[in-house]
């Protein structure tokens, strides 16, 4: 006698029309029985009827903590997506959420790192992608069916009868608009189908141009992008909630062509028979896809298979975790290409972290006492300036924190002033000034004079809605401008309470730092108590950029130590040169290659794999460690783009290198190698 296979136990968070839909899709399914339901208002009428032999949960929590629950199925609106398969990941849950996975792809990437944190499937509920008509389209592309793919046409468009400001799909606040809720479609078929001419899974565009009509509420209500990608297919997509479109796909090709209406419908909802026309000069065929299985339930067994087999992400064709990335990062795009940020998105409303709680302050990132700061500073600080939206730049500046960091590296002229200003945006909407350590810096290259140092600072002080900075750098320097004025300048500001810490250069060499000190020395003003310039474990060998200073050399490290200088490390890690991306056969990487290869430096690197062989971390840790370890205080400016990339710097902080450790990493001598 065969017990039954074991099958996945669903529950519905959120129970909305398209959960009805998810729960036939269960019911129809071979890997899932759906148990549970967790609703904000248990009472409302119909729920019964609507999953018939589910258990009705009073909220969201209940479905979490619920033992007889596997995977949580999230149709919540769009806002709130990140929040609950975050949540559900921490509670050991499974979690496939509808499309679209986040707001943005920052968002889902915070998703995907707590999956992968917590051992937990986490996918999106492109129900197409799963459907044996998706996998026959590819072949036929692959195949050459119409030859070279050229073009790609697709819209998902639908006239809602009227305005109506209370509907999800119009509300600001809920992410409404087209883009978000249909244009993924057809972004994702043109990736899929861009991807199938070149014979991978999905292709990523290079270019996306966007334009739309943002209606009364302020959401796209109709909107075409193009997407350009390297192979030469260009893409025409558009989407809409208030302009009926002919929701057909085309593909073009140079022997023809294939027109697939309502492509996301498949055979349809229930099961049926799917038409896939090809259209060339000489006459046209048509394949119809016969399946009986309805449409939600071939993403229900792929999640369940996936879970069965302990797979954290759905497989091809379904839509793999840089699948959705990648998707969402084109929504991003087009989204910036029109001006549409959500109310929801904005500082005024984004007052919790990522997963919908309060800001708390950690401890992993020990802190260390700076001559001349009031407060303790975490012994990494951290360096920001690819994000463009408080949305985004949140997650990560959250997460650091979290982790215990309190020291934030901004500039002038990062992101045109925009660093400064979500910095700002975020020391205030979270309450955390005072518990802050802020770093600015100014006067760059060509505006390296003494009078721009006040001006730029007040900007830099609105932008970031204080009224002081913790240390200030000159973020470089000129030689033809006597030191003494650029000593004047920062001390007055000093004695103004607008610097409240030292202050110091940035691409400063030590004959100009001396010089400066000594004439503070001299007539009684501060002197420059700290630096920020380049340290790594290899050594700058020309600058990366004009102006640029290192003091990874001995001569540098013997001043360092002597004055007990802090340094604030930019590039503290080399750029890549501790990672898999260098080599010495690999010299496709011209900064690399310009900046950072020489015998002396793969020396280095070769013996910091050796180290972390040894203990089980990477090489790049211990490049970190080194920086960490040095005989004065030395603060490595971290830049990780995601939380993963955070998570892993942290790991540095479990090396301790001793002395003998730090002068063999550096010359590699028999007396200092590492046996530990």
């Not at 040095?630 to 002395?659: K, W, Y």
Request: charged share 25%; proline share 5%.
């Amino acid at each position: 006698m065969t017990s039954e296979p074991r099958k996945i136990r669903w529950g519905i968070l959120g129970p909305g029309t398209i959960a009805k839909a998810f729960a036939g899709g269960v019911a129809h399914s071979r890997t899932g029985t759906l148990v549970a339901i967790g609703a904000r208002n248990p009472g409302k009428s119909g729920l019964n009827e609507n999953f018939p032999g589910a258990r009705i949960l009073d909220g969201y929590e209940a479905l979490l903590t619920d033992p007889d629950v596997d995977a949580i199925y999230i149709s919540t609106p769009h806002p709130s997506h990140a929040e609950w398969a975050i949540r559900a990941a921490e509670a050991g849950k499974h979690v496939l959420c509808e499309k679209p996975m986040g707001l943005t792809a920052f968002e889902a990437d915070a998703m995907i790192h707590a999956a992968r944190k917590a051992g937990t499937f986490l996918g999106e509920a492109f129900m197409y992608r799963l459907h044996p008509q998706t996998a026959k389209l590819v072949d036929l592309v692959r195949s050459g069916t119409i030859g070279e793919v050229r073009m790609v046409k697709s819209s998902f468009g639908f006239a809602m009868p009227g305005f109506m400001p209370e509907h999800r799909l119009y509300a600001n606040d809920l992410a409404g608009g087209g883009i978000l809720d249909v244009g993924g479609y057809p972004v994702s078929m043109a990736r899929l189908i861009a991807g199938a001419a070149l014979g991978k899974p999905f292709a990523e565009p290079d270019k996306v141009a966007g334009a739309a009509h943002l209606g009364q509420s302020g959401v796209d209500e109709w909107a075409s992008a193009l997407l350009h990608f390297p192979s030469g297919i260009v893409a025409e997509v558009s989407c809409g909630i208030s302009l009926a479109q002919d929701n057909v796909l085309r593909i073009l090709g140079t022997r023809g062509r294939i027109e697939v209406a309502d492509f996301w419908y498949a055979s349809g909802r229930e099961g049926g028979t799917g038409e896939i026309r090809i259209i060339r000069p000489d006459g046209e065929e048509v394949i119809e896809v016969r399946e009986d299985r309805w449409l939600y339930a071939f993403e229900v067994d792929a999640a369940g298979e996936a879970i069965l087999a302990g797979k954290q992400e759905f497989a091809w064709p379904g839509m793999g975790w840089a699948d959705s990335l990648g998707n969402l990062r084109v929504l991003d795009k087009w989204r910036a290409a029109i001006g549409l940020e959500y109310e929801i998105e904005k500082p005024e409303k984004r007052v919790n972290t990522i997963s919908g709680r309060r800001l708390r302050s950690g401890t992993t990132i020990r802190k260390r006492e700076i001559p001349g700061l009031p407060r303790p500073a975490s012994c990494l600080a951290l360096g920001f300036e690819d994000f463009r939206t408080f949305s985004s730049g949140m997650i990560l500046l959250d997460a650091y924190f979290e982790a215990g960091g309190n020291v934030f590296d901004t500039a002038f002229i990062y992101g045109s002033g925009y660093t400064e200003t979500l910095l700002g945006q975020w020391l205030k909407n979270r309450g955390v000034r005072e518990h802050s350590v802020v770093i600015g810096k100014g006067a760059h290259t060509p505006l390296c004079y003494p009078d721009v140092i006040g001006k730029q600072l007040t900007q830099s002080l609105d932008r970031l809605q204080t009224d002081h900075v913790d240390v200030y750098f000159m973020h470089r320097d000129d030689p033809d401008v006597p030191v003494d004025e650029f000593v004047d300048a920062m001390d007055q500001e000093v004695r103004a309470g607008r610097i409240r810490g030292p202050f110091g250069g940035s691409n400063w060499t030590r004959e100009r730092m001396d010089e400066a000190i000594a004439y503070a020395e001299r007539t009684g003003k501060q002197k420059p108590g700290a630096l920020s310039n380049n340290f790594s474990l290899a050594e700058m060998l020309v600058p990366i950029w004009p102006g640029c200073v290192t003091s990874s050399s001995d001569e540098w490290k013997a001043w360092l130590t002597a004055r007990q200088m802090p340094n604030f490390a930019w590039s503290s890690q080399g750029r890549g040169f501790f990672t898999g991306r260098a080599g010495r056969d690999q010299r496709d990487n011209e900064e690399l290659v310009r900046v950072w290869y020489s015998e002396k430096n793969f020396g280095r690197r070769d013996r910091a794999i050796e180290l972390a062989n040894r203990l089980g971390k990477s090489p790049i840790h211990v490049a970190l460690a080194y920086v960490l370890a040095q005989p004065f205080p030395s603060v490595p400016l971290i830049g990780p783009r995601t939380l993963d990339e955070l998570e892993d710097s942290l790991q540095a902080l479990d090396i301790a290198l001793s002395p003998d450790d730090i002068a063999w990493l550096d010359s590699g001598s028999d007396q200092h190698r590492r046996t530990g």
